[in-house]
Nanobody, 116 residues
Framework: QVHLVESGGGLLQPGGSLRLSCAAS????????MSWYRQAPGKERELVAT????????NYANSVAGRCTISRDNTKNTVYLQINSLKPEDTDEYYC?????????WGQGTQVTVSS
């Protein structure tokens, strides 16, 4: 079955950078777009970025545009999210997501806390 595992979160300082990874299995990774979302307690889950199946196209939320890069390595079945110039408001649980056969699948999430 589809399985997504995020990693790379932690406590980071404002102005720093993070790189999250999401390892995927259970489906043909190089045929599907992948997305990163984030969610704070009590708030709706927010789409951060989406990358198409071959990595040639990506879209970003306005809140991270210009300081965020989503990428993928189809040889490793892994999608990445890098955010630079971190702000306290980037503090969230980050999730990767795939829509496979019309069903949405999520990882367990990785917590990112930006604080001095």
């Amino acid at each position: 079955q589809v399985h997504l595992v995020e990693s790379g979160g932690g406590l980071l300082q404002p102005g720093g950078s993070l790189r999250l990874s999401c390892a995927a299995s259970g489906f043909t990774f190089n045929m599907y777009a992948m997305s990163w979302y984030r969610q704070a307690p009590g708030k709706e889950r927010e789409l951060v970025a989406t990358i198409n199946y071959n990595g040639e196209s990506a879209n970003y939320a306005n809140s991270v545009a210009g300081r965020c890069t989503i990428s993928r390595d189809n040889t490793k079945n892994t999608v990445y999210l890098q955010i630079n110039s971190l702000k306290p408001e980037d503090t969230d649980e980050y999730y990767c997501q795939v829509i496979h056969l019309l069903q949405s699948y999520w990882g367990q999430g990785t917590q990112v806390t930006v604080s001095s």
